[in-house]
Structures are given as structure tokens and as C-alpha cells.
């Protein structure tokens, strides 16, 4: 048994923390905030439930594994509620399409708007799985790309499969009318990938939406943050929060712990579940890192931030669905702007997540609990969110008004804002980041931060900041790469891996 320290507790290290465990560690947890979760934080208040961060769950066998890898079994500590449809897209000129995973009522909708797009509905599918089974089937993305061989060997199959190309050109070559191909291009954006720099592995997440649905956990997401907290307890595991550690102690190159406070608590090895950069340039002297120095952290590209508005009100708005896009008439045009970071741009697209559409209980009786999210630019734009937060939240509340909310700003009862900067100070996210690292093709795969250190012996990296990337799903997996290099460095444990194929979660 060793003993292992990990700093952060959101997906990626709750559920590390569990297969180590699981596996025979004995695993501590240390998180700067008050509470578990990380970006998938909760906020509570007069009656109202939000979940910060993360809303769409996806790929729950993914989930159910790290329960397995435990004994237990997901269904006994969180309900999966399926969703249907999974999002509902509204576009500038009025129109709207509901997106499922069935193909008959999917291609019933494109045909409204183009009769070949409907047509191409199952040839995109079908291509796209030949991408899902590498990643997800063949296991590309729980396994550690350290290696430039693995990754010598990866290129040629992405090449066979388009894979390499960016995620909006490959759904331009199936579909024509803009709607389609805003729908089968933009899910990206929601790991803080620009669709036209994007590489097409992220093509597959249309087809992975379909294979295993898009699902709401009773209680919101949070109940499966708690959940892990809880699992990982009971299995002996300890949690410590309000606790940031300052740095991670390095002798003759290895990991040796962490010090908080002035105090040091040794470890076997380290696990860093916070920012990627931050943990390089913050954490660790400059003078154990070769690979990761001030110079090549500076040349890491961040993803876009968010603004976020947690809406409680006391009216309902049944014209939303559980997941609501509403589109501004540019696409490449506003994300271009948003990534180029000269400003905030005057238009929006905007994700709304309204779970009283599912769970009553998440608000008040009668009333809605919601968030609205805005990609806009991260820090590097120089916007003083102190400043401007109060007149964005009143623009966004009027467009929302114009476009057929009516009475929102009457119905409010609560309203709380979370800006790029609230990501810089509370997550610690560099550049007030939403999604860590930028998933473009020069920081993918081998080309991203390795979840065993370059530079430091036992010291490792799980989450959004490695392999495979942000995401729910994908921190998850990145907990698997991880736990494969832990495992073979200390020699201790065996990996309980996710099922190769995923299968439906049965209610
Ligand atoms: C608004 C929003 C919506 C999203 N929606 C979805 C979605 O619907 N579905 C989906 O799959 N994904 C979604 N994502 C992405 C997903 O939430 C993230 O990729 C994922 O939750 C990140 O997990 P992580 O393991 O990287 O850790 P994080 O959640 O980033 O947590 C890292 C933790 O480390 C702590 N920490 C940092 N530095 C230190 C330190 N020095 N000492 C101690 N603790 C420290 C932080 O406080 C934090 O708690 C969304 C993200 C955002 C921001």
C-alpha cells in the first residue's frame, strides 16, 4: 500500500481517488474549497438548486465503471433520468430543431430544412463510429498517450478516418443547410474546442450521444459528486477541504508531498487534479521542470471562459427544453472573436440548462431553476468582468425578454453571476479558463500534457489538463490513463477498466 496525495476534487480526481483506493492505496484528497466538485460545484439558495458547471451527463457507462472498479454498483447511490430530446436548438430566424438520438425522428426534422441532409444522417453516423471505436471501443482515450510510438501508430488509423480533420469541415462534407451543420458540428465548443480547429475525434460525440443517450442525475449533477465523496469514504479514503497546497516537494527528481500552509505532508507520489499550467509553473520549482518551463507554459493555448447566470424565477418558461441552445445568426464569425481574444463580441449564442424541466425539486414549487452560459473570451481580453459584469447580466436578461421570455427580469428571485475572473480566484484556472487546455490538434493526444510527469518522477496529472481532455466522460477516462501509469511506476493494484463497449444503462 502506498500513499498517495491528490490535489483537487473534481471528476478526474474523485474519480482517481476511488480506483486508487479501490486498488489498495491509501489515497488523501486536498481541495482549496469549501466543498467537493471542482467545476462541477453547487449553489444553492432561498429554495433553488444549481449546478454550476457540468449539466449534461453522457456516456453513464463511463460512470457505472468507476462503481464497479469498487464493488458497488451506480444505481444504488444516483437515479439516471433519460432525456428526450437531448437539446433543443433554437436558430436566429425563428426555426428550431429538438436533437435526439433516434434517427427517424432526426431525419423527419432535417428533411424539413433539406432532403439530402436527411439522407446523410446515416452515413455520418456510420463514419463517425469508426472513430468512437477507437476511442472509446479500442480505448485510445483511457490509456496514457506518453509515448511518440503510440502515437507513430495512432496517426495513419485517424488519417483512414478523417480524423485529423477539423470537426466543422467533416460535417460541411455530409450536410448543407446551416442548421444541420451547426448540429453536428458544434459539441466541441462545449470542452472549449473552436468546431473549425477542433480535430474530428470530437466528431464522434453525436454518435456516442446516440449509442448511450444524454441522461439527468436526480438532484442534479452534483448527486454524483457527492456520490463519489461518499463512495470514496466508505472505502476509507479522506477528504480534506478548504486546504490549497502551495507547492509539491521534489528530491533528486521524485514527488515527495505537498506543503500547505508551511506544513509538509509526505507522500509516495502526487496526483495534481488543478490546472494544468498552474500546476507546473505555481507548484513546482522551476528548476525540476525541463520540459514544462515558464517559457513553453506561456505558448499553451487555453480554452475560452464563460459567463454563467444562475436564474432562480418564479414564473415557468415551458417553451425551454432541459437543454436549450439559443444561436446568434454568425457561427465561425463569433467564435473566431470569442477565441481571438480582442473583445467581448455585442452578439451571443448562448447554452440555457433548465433542470426543473425534469426535477421539480430544484426549485420551488412552480418555479424554474436555470443557468445561462455564454462562451466569451478568457482573461487575455483584458475585460474588467468587475466592471462589466452588471451591464452584460442586463443585456443578456433583455435579449432574453425580446426573444420571448416574457417577464423574466419581473419573475427573479435569484440571481448570481460567475465571470472568467470567479474561474481565475476560485478554480485557479489560468487565464480563467473553463476548460483548461485548448483541444486542438498540437494539444492533443501526445502533444498534451502527459499524465505521468515529463519532469518529475511520481508525480502524476488527472483531468481536463491531460489525456483525453475536459469533459465529464473525459476526465473520467483520464482517471484510467492515470491509474495504468501509477499502477506500473509503484507496482501495487490492478486496473478495473471502463467495458470496451458501452452499453444502455438499464433504468
Ligand atoms: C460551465 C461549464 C459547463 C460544462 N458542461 C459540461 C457538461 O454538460 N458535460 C460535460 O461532460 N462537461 C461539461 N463541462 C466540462 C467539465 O465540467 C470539466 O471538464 C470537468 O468537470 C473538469 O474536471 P477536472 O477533473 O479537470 O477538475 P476541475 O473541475 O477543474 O477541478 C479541479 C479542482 O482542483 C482544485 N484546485 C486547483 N488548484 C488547487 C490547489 N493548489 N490546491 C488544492 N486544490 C486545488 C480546484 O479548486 C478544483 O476544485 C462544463 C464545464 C463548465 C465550466
Known amino acids: 500500500m502506498k500513499h498517495i496525495a491528490i490535489i483537487g476534487s473534481g471528476f478526474g480526481g474523485l474519480s482517481l481517488a476511488v480506483r486508487l483506493q479501490a486498488a489498495g492505496h491509501r489515497v488523501?484528497?486536498?481541495?482549496?474549497?469549501?466543498?467537493?466538485?471542482?467545476?462541477?460545484?453547487?449553489?444553492?439558495?432561498?429554495?433553488?438548486?444549481?449546478?454550476?458547471?457540468?449539466?449534461?451527463?453522457?456516456?453513464?457507462?463511463?460512470?457505472?465503471?468507476?462503481?464497479?472498479?469498487?464493488?458497488?454498483?451506480?444505481e444504488d447511490y444516483v437515479k439516471l433520468v433519460p432525456l428526450d430530446p437531448f437539446y433543443r436548438i433554437f436558430f436566429h430566424d425563428g426555426?428550431?430543431?429538438?436533437?435526439?438520438?433516434?434517427?427517424?425522428?432526426?431525419?423527419?426534422?432535417?428533411?424539413?430544412?433539406?432532403?439530402?441532409?436527411?439522407?446523410?444522417?446515416?452515413?455520418?453516423?456510420?463514419?463517425?463510429?469508426?472513430?468512437?471505436?477507437?476511442?472509446?471501443?479500442?480505448?485510445?482515450g483511457k490509456q496514457p498517450f506518453d509515448t511518440i510510438g503510440k502515437m507513430a501508430r495512432f496517426v495513419p488509423r485517424a488519417m483512414r478516418l478523417n480524423a485529423l480533420k477539423p470537426v466543422a469541415y467533416m460535417a460541411k462534407s455530409y450536410f448543407e443547410d446551416f442548421r444541420s451543420h451547426f448540429m453536428f458540428s458544434f459539441h466541441p465548443l462545449f470542452i472549449g474546442g473552436h468546431p473549425f480547429r477542433a480535430p474530428s475525434i470530437y466528431a464522434m460525440i453525436p454518435y456516442l450521444e446516440k449509442e448511450e443517450g444524454v441522461w439527468f442525475a436526480e438532484g442534479g449533477m452534483y448527486a454524483i459528486v457527492e456520490a463519489l465523496g461518499r463512495l470514496f469514504e466508505e472505502l476509507g479514503g479522506e477528504i480534506t477541504t478548504s486546504a490549497e497546497v502551495d507547492r509539491i516537494t521534489v528530491a533528486e527528481g521524485k514527488a515527495t508531498g505537498l506543503q500547505i500552509d508551511?506544513?509538509?505532508?509526505?507522500?509516495?507520489?502526487?496526483?495534481?487534479?488543478g490546472d494544468v499550467t498552474q500546476t507546473y509553473r505555481r507548484l513546482i520549482d522551476p528548476a525540476h521542470r525541463r520540459k514544462w518551463t515558464n517559457r513553453k507554459l506561456?505558448?499553451?493555448?487555453?480554452?475560452?471562459?464563460?459567463?454563467?447566470?444562475?436564474?432562480?424565477?418564479?414564473?415557468?418558461?415551458?417553451?425551454l427544453a432541459h437543454h436549450t441552445l439559443i444561436l446568434a445568426e454568425r457561427y465561425k464569425g463569433l467564435i473566431d472573436e470569442i477565441f481571438a481574444h480582442k473583445k467581448l463580441p455585442d452578439d451571443f449564442s448562448m447554452y440555457l440548462h433548465v433542470p426543473t424541466a425534469t426535477d421539480e425539486s430544484m426549485a420551488p414549487e412552480g418555479c424554474e431553476s436555470m443557468y445561462v452560459l455564454i462562451p466569451v473570451p478568457n482573461l487575455k481580453a483584458n475585460t474588467d468582468w468587475e466592471v462589466e459584469k452588471q451591464d452584460y447580466a442586463d443585456k443578456v436578461l433583455e435579449f432574453l425578454e425580446?426573444?420571448?421570455?416574457?417577464?423574466?427580469?419581473?419573475?427573479?428571485?435569484?440571481c448570481h453571476l460567475f465571470t472568467p475572473a470567479d474561474f481565475e480566484t476560485q478554480l485557479n484556472a489560468t487565464d480563467g479558463n473553463a476548460f483548461a487546455l485548448e483541444p486542438k490538434l498540437t494539444q492533443t493526444a501526445w502533444f498534451r500534457p502527459h499524465n505521468r510527469s515529463e519532469d518529475v518522477d511520481r508525480l502524476y496529472i488527472v483531468g481536463a489538463g491531460t489525456h483525453p481532455g475536459a469533459g465529464v466522460p473525459g476526465v473520467m477516462l483520464s482517471a484510467e490513463a492515470t491509474l495504468s501509469c501509477i499502477i506500473e511506476d509503484l507496482g501495487v493494484g490492478e486496473v478495473v477498466s471502463s467495458p470496451a463497449k458501452l452499453a444502455p444503462v438499464q433504468e
Not at 460512470?63 to 458497488?72: K, L, N, P, T
Not at 493555448?301 to 417553451?319: A, I, V
Request: proline share 3%; glycine share 8%; charged share 30%.
Open 262 to 273: 508551511g506544513t509538509h505532508f509526505p507522500f509516495d507520489a502526487v496526483v495534481s487534479n
Open 95 to 140: 426555426s428550431h430543431m429538438d436533437y435526439s438520438g433516434d434517427a427517424e425522428q432526426m431525419k423527419a426534422q432535417l428533411a424539413k430544412f433539406s432532403e439530402k441532409d436527411a439522407a446523410a444522417y446515416d452515413d455520418f453516423m456510420r463514419d463517425m463510429k469508426g472513430i468512437y471505436d477507437a476511442v472509446i471501443t479500442d480505448g485510445l
Open 402 to 414: 425580446a426573444w420571448g421570455m416574457d417577464g423574466l427580469r419581473d419573475s427573479l428571485e435569484v
Open 28 to 74: 488523501r484528497i486536498f481541495e482549496k474549497r469549501e466543498k467537493i466538485g471542482g467545476r462541477a460545484y453547487q449553489l444553492k439558495d432561498s429554495g433553488y438548486t444549481f449546478d454550476m458547471g457540468p449539466s449534461l451527463v453522457t456516456a453513464p457507462s463511463i460512470i457505472r465503471s468507476i462503481f464497479e472498479s469498487a464493488g458497488r454498483r451506480l
Open 298 to 319: 506561456d505558448r499553451q493555448k487555453q480554452t475560452m471562459s464563460c459567463f454563467l447566470m444562475y436564474l432562480g424565477t418564479k414564473k415557468k418558461y415551458p417553451k
